[in-house]
Each structure stands twice: as C-alpha cells, then as structure tokens.
C-alpha cells in the first residue's frame, strides 16, 4: 500500500499564491522516479477533475483553467512533487488531492483544502 501525503492548503485572497506538496511514505528514489504523478481538484457539487500532471519521463501537462498560472514540478532530492499555484482565483477554491500512479495502481491522498476568498 503506497501512503500518499499532501500538504500546503490553506486561506489565501484572489491574486494570491499557495505551494502544494505530495509525498509518499517510504520509498526510495528509484521507485519515486519511476511514479506518475497528478494533482485533481473538486469542489462541492461537482466532479474530480484534473489540474496537473508529470509522469515519470517528465511529460506535464495542464488542464486548459490553470495553464500559465499553475507549475507542477518534481523534487528527486526532496522526493517531493509540488503544484505552485499562482493569480489564485476563488474558483480555484476546492479539495485538492495527489493521485500517485505506479506499478501498485493509483494510490489517492486526503486531500487539502484550498480556498480563495477576500
């Protein structure tokens, strides 16, 4: 079982920006390297939807609400994958969680509150 772990939600006002940060429990680099790694978000009512994602040949892509204002990127020292989200808009505002993709399946974490609001 893979212990996928987020962190860095919080409050912050339109214009503002929060860093994400997604781990796995354990692991060592070489099996940290070989993941896929995505950030989805959903607020209430609506579905899960992709954000980001990097895979393990350092592919990202973007979904088309968040392009120029959100980075995903890959830490191997840190072993580490961050979403950098910037110009935050209150319909960024959602429960934003980390999918880790690998050999085992997709393991999901908790997830972590984002909400943008003045």
């Known amino acids: 079982q893979v212990q996928v772990v987020e962190s860095g939600g919080g409050l912050v006002q339109p214009g503002g920006s929060l860093r994400l940060s997604c781990t796995v429990a354990r692991v060592i680099l070489s099996v940290f390297t070989s993941y896929d790694w995505a950030w989805y978000h959903q607020a209430p009512g609506k579905e899960r939807e992709l954000v980001a994602q990097?895979?393990?040949?350092?592919?990202?892509e973007y979904s088309d609400s968040v392009k120029g204002r959100f980075t995903i990127s890959r830490d191997n020292a840190r072993k580490v994958v961050r979403l950098q989200m910037n110009s935050l808009k209150p319909d960024d505002t959602a429960v934003y969680y980390c999918?880790?993709?690998?050999?085992?399946?997709?393991?999901w974490g908790q997830g972590t509150q984002v909400t943008v609001s003045s």
């Open positions: 990097i895979t393990n040949g350092k592919s990202i």
């Open positions: 999918a880790v993709t690998g050999r085992h399946g997709a393991s």
